[in-house]
């Protein structure tokens, strides 16, 4: 299984498999389009194809197997929380250039399995990478029986498919990053409820206005999350303006007080869940900066999830 993956890092990081799996895995794959159930169908001017959840009709050894070979490919610490999807393409129908980037609590890496015997090139439905939205494709992947494409989700994994003149048949393996789980997209949520800025100490006041006369908007407001959680947390006035000054930009929270520092990093981390996405870079360096720290004691909530051990 998945045996012989050829790796790339241009555009993004991805790999494929000429010859992913065996014939009798393959059938069994095969056979998921010919079982009855619910296909959404999507009919976008940008998405067009039927999806499927099959995850409930792959048996748990599969899975734990595909799960298995996924983390020696990628390296990464993947949870056992995998979905599985078959896609359906018909003729005229098309997937426009988007980029799946992981949301919190979404996703991270994806095995695309293409099903497709005797395809040929006048059959369309190739699989193209982008190195943005505007670009030439840079690498094509056909859609040919049993060959496999892994990639990780980021804000620069640009890919589309090109209108399918045949019936084409994909099934999608989906897998989700340790520390990007739907329990910390909850937790997440709930840590920023019902938001009020005006709940921050008045202190903050001044440097919250200046830092808005200098820095685009989104700087002030992701400082201003982070200061937030600090608030929520318990933390003083003083741990909340250093942090955010620090994820404003203003300055860097270096200090030896072991708390505060933690604090201040990782409450800027979940100011970048909720704004923006999961960032793998950004989190390793959070995980090297905490790394061997104590986990405090209102910080553990939050500390679980975002670094599980």
Request: proline share 5%; with cysteine.
């Amino acid at each position: 299984m998945l045996s012989q993956p050829i790796h790339h890092d241009t555009p993004f990081p991805f790999f494929y498999d000429h010859s992913a799996f065996s014939a009798e895995q393959c059938a069994a794959l095969e056979d998921l389009f010919l079982q009855d159930g619910d296909w959404q169908h999507r009919d976008g001017a940008f998405y067009r194809c039927s999806l499927k959840d099959v995850t409930e009709n792959i048996p748990a050894a599969f899975q734990a197997e595909v799960l298995a070979r996924m983390r020696e490919i990628t390296g990464l610490p993947l949870t056992n929380r995998v979905l599985v999807t078959a896609q359906r393409m018909l003729p005229g129908q098309v997937i426009g250039i988007h980029s799946d980037r992981p949301l919190v609590g979404y996703e991270i890496a994806r095995l695309v399995v293409q099903l497709n015997k005797q395809w040929q090139a006048e059959h369309g439905g190739v699989l193209e990478l982008f190195s943005s939205p505007e670009s030439e494709a840079v690498f094509r992947v056909n859609p040919e029986h049993n060959k496999a494409f892994g990639f990780l989700l980021h804000g620069d994994s640009y890919h589309g498919v090109t209108a399918a003149i045949q019936p084409r048949q994909t099934v999608v393996f989906n897998f989700w990053h340790a520390a990007n789980t739907p329990e910390l997209a909850e937790h997440v949520q709930s840590l920023f409820a019902d938001m009020h800025f005006s709940e921050l100490p008045a202190t903050l006041n001044p440097v919250a206005s200046a830092a808005e006369a200098s820095l685009p908007e989104d700087a002030t407001f992701h400082a201003g999350l982070a200061a937030l959680a600090l608030h929520r947390w318990g933390y003083d006035e003083t741990t909340v303006i250093a942090g955010y000054r620090h994820s404003a930009g203003l300055s860097v929270c270096d200090t030896n007080a072991a708390e505060t520092f933690s604090a201040v990093r990782l409450a800027d981390w979940v100011a970048s869940l909720y704004r923006d996405s999961f960032d793998l870079a950004r989190w390793q360096i959070l995980q090297n900066e905490l790394e061997g720290m104590e986990m405090f004691t209102r910080l553990k909530p939050t500390w679980q999830h975002c670094l599980p051990e």
